[in-house]
């Protein structure tokens, strides 16, 4: 299962003036992190730069979150309040011996909801053992270090429960990228502590990657390709610019989907237009980010679509316009060999035109070329679909 990663990027008073504070995060709203971390006062002003969740630190504990809500607007009020700066988290105040004790945790265990998230600075043992403890009661765990170090963080990943979500601190992209990937489940979140515009904009870029999943594409050896009638026909047009080696899963039957590409290629008729695939008929399914389905006739603007390459390498996409038209279509059918030994026929409706490319085991073939024995790239997954969700229950799809 692909988990959901996110990018914080700290700017409260302890990296610089306001106006450093706003350009970090001005960079970061341009990057597109999910996060802004600051510090309390600076709220509204996050609020008048962009549209991102912020979280602030409280570093006073008998602040009233009401109270703060009432005096300043609902617009200065964080997404998620954040204690351990001036605390015991980042070691301001030194840690009890008995956390029991301790104003941070009792902070988050109080159920007002005037904290939702510690900060901790692992300078030990001991203060590993603290955050741990205050994942028992924090929805985030946001960790840090002078020297940045991996064991303290598998230490975490591998105790704290599913309920907090581990933001690990990092200062270069490569970091953010060993924190997402450790112990193979990874932090959910990285803590960016940078001014560099082109190191938070690669460490969104890491998110990226680590929330992308890669699919097991095989070959299915074509039995049949036959003219049919006129149909209509779907255009998927993006708005993001595909590579030559990429396109979108389409298929008749939601278990196998051919892998049709984008037009990125030049020919005598017409200029590329790789923001698009010409997907096939109304009826056919597209796969989704989410792993689902849905009809080509049901994408409308603002959706999303999955985009992969001949690698299944998997990227999301958002649906600018979809063009329907009636064309003059191919039936492509073809034959895959399933996990236990059988042979499953699939197939799909694509248009007759020499720019409507699929990918084969020879390269990118155009679908007025392919004949029998051509093996095209495909998904393929032995299961039922309803509403375009996976069900385990026996579907004849023919």
Not at 21 to 47: M, N, P
Request: net charge negative; aromatic share 6%.
């Amino acid at each position: 299962m692909t988990r959901t990663r996110s990018v914080w990027i700290r700017a409260d008073g302890d990296v610089g003036d306001w106006d450093a504070r706003r350009e970090r995060i001005t960079a970061g709203l341009e990057a597109g992190v999910d996060w802004v971390l600051v510090d309390e006062r600076d709220v509204a002003k996050v609020r008048e730069l962009g549209d991102v969740n912020v979280a602030a630190f409280r570093s006073d504990a008998d602040v009233d979150v009401i109270g703060d809500a009432e005096s300043d607007g609902d617009e200065a009020v964080a997404d998620a309040y954040i204690v351990g700066k001036d605390g015991e988290g980042d070691g301001t105040v030194d840690l009890p011996s008995d956390f029991s004790g301790s104003a941070d945790l009792s902070t988050l265990r109080r159920g007002d909801n005037r904290a939702q998230g510690a900060f901790v600075r692992i300078f030990d043992e001991d203060y590993e053992a603290f955050a741990e403890a205050a994942a028992r009661d924090a929805e985030f765990l946001v960790v840090a270090s002078e020297n940045w170090e991996i064991i303290p963080l598998e230490n975490l990943i591998a105790r704290i429960g599913d309920d907090t979500t581990l933001v690990a601190g990092a200062t270069t992209a490569e970091e953010a990228r060993t924190a997402f990937e450790t112990l193979e489940l990874g932090a959910e979140g990285v803590l960016l502590d940078t001014d560099d515009p082109d190191e938070i904009r690669k460490t969104v870029e890491v998110r990226d990657e680590a929330d992308r999943e890669t699919l097991d594409l095989t070959t299915a050896t074509v039995t049949a390709i036959e003219r049919t009638g006129s149909a209509d026909r779907v255009c998927v047009d993006t708005g993001t610019m595909m590579d030559h080696d990429e396109g979108m899963l389409v298929g008749s039957m939601s278990r196998g989907l051919f892998f049709v590409h984008a037009e990125t290629a030049d020919s005598p008729y017409v200029a590329s237009r790789p923001f698009r695939v010409n997907a096939g008929a109304v009826h056919a399914y597209v796969r989704t980010p989410d792993g689902g389905t849905k009809y080509l006739s049901e994408l409308r603007s603002g959706d999303e679509v999955q985009v992969l390459d001949t690698d299944g390498k998997t990227r999301e996409a958002v649906v600018g316009r979809v063009k329907i038209e009636k064309r003059p279509m191919f039936r492509v059918q073809a034959e895959v060999e399933t996990d236990d030994g059988e042979v499953d026929r699939i197939e799909t409706l694509i248009q007759n035109a020499e720019t409507v490319k699929v990918a084969t085991a020879d390269g990118r073939k155009a679908v007025t070329d392919l004949g029998e024995g051509d093996e095209v790239l495909v998904y393929y997954e032995d299961v039922a679909r309803h509403f375009g969700e996976a069900v385990e229950e026996s579907i004849i799809e023919q």
